[in-house]
């Protein structure tokens, strides 16, 4: 802001204040304040609010002040009327002393533009992380590696040293498997920590989808091998086909479902 235009504003703004301070004694110093009309009080202080009416008496509360009229007219109001528009006034200057200076009320705070834009930024940067953390979780959720092959799975676990989490599933028509796999399976943080200790395995038993006879075999050889009865069943073997827990559908997500076959 260049000086000519600061001593403009500051001037301008100095010549507001007089006369709004001006036209408040005016209002309130005598002969205007009893001979305004209701209609001068609304422009002056705006909606009351309270009304009192009796026939041509009219009492208009601002707060603790309160304004008398008859016939329309303003016959007295309370001392605290003067003091309501000072404050008004008072305020009224504070803001455009702010607004003249360049500065922004940001959630009840002034500040400067360039803080503004500082903060703005920032939340932008934020949501944009936000959405761009949201997209990477939806990748590693989707990026789980399944085997379909038992032996395949046992011999990397025994290569590993990891375990084998097979989940003998039906995953065209089993709503709790569905369920299973929209609320455990496709999470980041069950993606993160089974890359670590487990080999995926996926024993199909679909209705829709169409398996070659060797696959039908396979997977029903090795539901009757873990006793499977139903689905979802989860099961956990070592790198030596050894059983080491039995699960299910867990309700509450990656971490209580976890818990259950640890």
């Not at 503004?116 to 959405?131: C, L, M, V």
């Not at 038992?150 to 989490?165: P, S």
């Not at 090795?222 to 070592?238: H, M, Q, S």
């Amino acid at each position: 802001m260049s000086p000519s235009h600061s001593y403009s504003t500051r001037k301008r703004l100095t010549l507001f204040t007089v006369l709004l301070m001006f036209s408040i004694s005016a209002l309130l110093g005598g002969e205007l304040t009893k001979g305004t009309s209701y209609a001068g009080v609304i422009n002056a202080f705006g909606e009351p609010d309270g009304k009192l009416a009796a026939g041509s008496q009219m009492i208009l509360t601002y707060g603790k002040a309160k304004v008398k009229l008859k016939d329309g007219k303003v016959t007295s109001s309370s001392p605290e009327l003067k003091q309501l528009l000072n404050e008004r006034a008072q305020a009224k200057a504070k803001l455009e002393s702010k607004r003249d200076q360049g500065l922004i009320n940001y959630r009840g705070n002034w500040i400067t533009k360039h803080q503004y834009h500082q903060i703005t930024k920032t939340a932008a940067i934020e949501r944009t992380q936000g959405r761009e953390s949201i997209a990477a979780n939806s990748a590693i959720g989707s990026s789980a590696a399944w085997l379909t092959d038992f032996d395949t799975a046992v011999d990397a676990a025994k290569r590993t040293g990891k375990k084998v989490l097979i989940n003998f599933t039906g995953s065209d028509w089993c709503g709790w498997c569905k369920r299973l796999e929209a609320e455990v399976f496709s999470q980041a943080s069950f993606i993160r920590y089974a890359k670590n200790e487990y080999i995926l395995l996926k024993i199909d038993f679909p209705r829709k989808t169409v398996l070659s006879d060797s696959v039908r075999k396979h997977n029903k050889a090795l539901a009757n091998k873990y006793e499977v009865r139903g689905y979802p069943t989860i099961i956990i073997v070592d790198g030596d086909a050894r059983l080491y827990s039995k699960s299910g559908y867990v309700k509450g997500g990656p971490q209580p479902f976890l818990r259950s076959i640890q």
